[in-house]
């Protein structure tokens, strides 16, 4: 059976985590999604999202896992 001590451990590295996926999109989002290249790979032309649509989406995501943080705090 699982210690508390090691089982929140766990739930600590499974924030880190999350947490280091989600700066990773956000790195990635800022850096390269916003290119101004209009080729893909496979040569054809693609119609890139405004870049303030793509910021305002990551504004709602970042205020709902704040909400959800939050929640977990207040009610630990």
Known sequence: ???EGLF???IV????AEA???ALVLY???????DSDKDT???G???LEDSSATIKSLGM????????????????
């Open 1 to 3: 059976m699982m210690g």
């Open 28 to 34: 990635w989002f800022l850096t390269q999604g916003f």
């Open 61 to 76: 995501w970042a205020v709902f896992f704040g909400v959800l943080v939050l929640g977990i705090i207040v009610g630990a």
């Open 20 to 22: 280091l996926f989600g």
């Open 13 to 16: 590295l499974f924030w880190v």
């Open 45 to 47: 032309p693609v119609e």
């Open 8 to 10: 929140t451990g766990m």
């Open 41 to 43: 790979a496979a040569g």
